[in-house]
């Protein structure tokens, strides 16, 4: 019988490569709610905008009409995501991490309401800052803020 050798396993290094930055965002809303991201940021990284993070609570369905359907009124549903999100922007040696709020300016009263009247309707999509941060690349960060309209938000910024 042959002897076998064993050769360990390591864990991969890929040394000498650039390594990405990495910045870690959870946000905790008023009612309880956390959102958790993690955005990796290379060499050529210049900006990204999240929308709204998918977080505990689904999207909810808000109702409109358009009134120049073939058949008169046409009533139909949108879903819209609401919520937290973020945008980072890359500019030489700072990056911008914006923090903002997706709402959704309903108009389901107004469409129940309509009976004889009929006006184009549907829910709009509003984005509002919460808070905005520079960040230095390269030097790492970390914090925990309270944020406008109850928000909570922890952040880890590594170089």
């Known amino acids: 019988m042959k002897a076998r050798h064993l050769i360990p396993i390591l864990p991969l290094c890929l040394c000498g490569g650039a390594t990405a930055e990495m910045l870690e965002l959870e946000i905790v809303s008023a009612g309880g709610y956390r ?3 993690k955005q990796e940021l290379d060499d050529t990284f210049e900006a990204f905008e999240s929308g709204a993070i998918p977080g505990e609570q689904p999207p909810r369905e808000y109702k409109a009409i358009r009134c ?3 058949w008169g009124a046409l009533k139909y549903s949108l879903t819209l995501p609401s919520g ?4 980072i922007r890359a500019n030489d040696d700072q990056l911008t991490l914006q923090i903002v709020e997706h709402a959704v300016v309903s108009v389901d009263a107004n469409i129940d309401a ?3 009247h009929c006006i184009d309707s549907e829910p709009k999509q509003v984005v509002r800052s ?4 520079e960040l230095e690349r390269g030097s790492g960060d970390a914090q925990q803020l309270v944020l406008a309209k109850g928000y909570r938000l922890e952040y880890r910024y590594t170089p």
Do not use: H, R, S, T
């Open 130 to 133: 919460l808070a905005k941060i």
């Open 35 to 37: 959102y958790a991201a």
């Open 84 to 87: 937290p999100g973020y945008q």
């Open 114 to 116: 309509m009976e004889v």
């Open 68 to 70: 120049d359907g073939p």
